[in-house]
């Protein structure tokens, strides 16, 4: 099992302090009453967001909304507020962060942030320089903050003319600390770069990724780790629509509540949207990994062989270690219903054992 990587995640977080101690802050104001654009020089207090690092972008102020419409930079960005409603920044258009993190739903050491992020449309690049390359949601960057109840959300994804792009030149990081609440949401189309790890839940948070349809291009270039010490609870969702379920890939293992001093943190949420119906014997492959699937070996609750049932539909789930990594599938069985029902992740879906 690879436990040098997650031990390196802590070693870059407690080496960061994010936006506001940095070289300097632009704060979001909306002064500019004509207009809620990222690019309106009245809107900061410091000038526009630079990519030289003399003016991070910080946008703290409740119930913000921020449009990019047109290409933007800063060196570092902080989504995230305390206090009244969430900020909330709308990206249509590229985002250059070359040297920093992008922040969103709590700061360094405070507690009762939250912010949200809504990608439809541009490339988010976080990357090209020496810095700290990475993506934090309700993920606290300093690990030995005591802050609790911070919250952010990061929806991607949107229509295939017009289809984002997410490159993190590092890791992405998902409610790291207890008490901290994260979601990384993915639908409709686009392309999710990440270079290295993406954790949901690193120090006992609760990071809950979600995936709908199969238009989506999903690479992780590290370990997928989901709740993998500690006592977090995380799960990853997926919704299998017409277009099918989008793979995620990942180079190196999977790694799944590695401590193991809480089973079954690591859960496993399967849909099926509306009415559609897939074809008996379609295979659906939710993970493939070059690495193993470590730690627990599996999804709470969910052993090789195992029928889970959703939507009326009843799926074979199996970790398939035959090729040179493993991949975590389902695959479609002639006949609907199931012999009881147990909960994964606080949904109730059908369950019974292969004989």
Not at 71 to 81: D, E
Not at 242 to 254: A, F, H, Q, R, W
Request: aromatic share 8%.
């Amino acid at each position: 099992m690879k436990t040098s990587s997650l031990i390196s995640v802590s070693c870059l977080l407690a080496s960061t302090a994010f936006a506001s101690s940095a070289a300097g802050a632009t704060f979001w104001t909306g002064a500019d009453v004509s207009d809620d654009n990222w690019n309106t020089v009245g809107n900061w207090s410091n000038g526009l967001p630079l990519s030289n690092g003399t003016n991070n972008a910080t946008i703290d102020l409740a119930g913000a909304v921020v449009n990019l419409n047109a290409p933007g930079f800063s060196r570092n960005t902080l989504v995230s507020g305390t206090g009244g409603a969430a900020p909330v920044l709308n990206i249509a258009a590229n985002l250059t962060n070359p040297f920093s993190a992008i922040n969103v739903g709590s700061d360094a050491t405070g507690s009762n942030f939250s912010g949200v992020v809504n990608h439809t449309a541009g490339t988010v690049n976080i990357g090209g320089g020496s810095g700290s390359r990475r993506l934090l949601i309700a993920a606290a960057a300093n690990p030995t903050s005591t802050g609790t109840g911070n919250t952010g959300t990061y929806n991607f994804g949107g229509d295939a003319l017009n289809a984002p792009s997410l490159i993190v030149n590092d890791f992405v990081g998902i409610a790291a600390r207890s008490g901290e609440t994260g979601f990384f949401n993915l639908s409709g189309s686009g392309s999710v770069q990440i270079a290295n790890q993406l954790t949901l839940g690193q120090f006992n948070g609760s990071g809950n990724m979600s995936v709908t349809g199969g238009l989506l291009d999903i690479n992780i270039g590290g370990d997928f780790s989901i709740a993998p010490a500690g006592a977090g609870s995380s799960s990853l969702s997926v919704t299998i629509t017409d277009t099918g379920l989008s793979t995620i890939n990942v180079g190196g293992d999977v790694v799944l509540d590695f401590a193991g001093t809480t089973p079954g943190s690591a859960a496993f949420n399967l849909n099926v949207d509306g009415s559609f119906v897939p074809v008996a014997g379609t295979k659906f492959v939710v993970i493939d990994a070059d690495g193993s699937f470590t730690g627990l070996g599996g999804f709470a609750g969910i052993a090789d062989g195992d029928v889970i049932t959703a939507g009326g539909v009843d799926f074979t789930a199996n970790y398939d270690t035959s090729g040179s990594g493993t991949q975590f599938t389902l695959t479609v069985i002639p006949e609907p219903g199931s012999l009881g029902l147990v909960m994964l992740g606080g949904l109730a879906v059908g369950f019974r054992r292969r004989r």
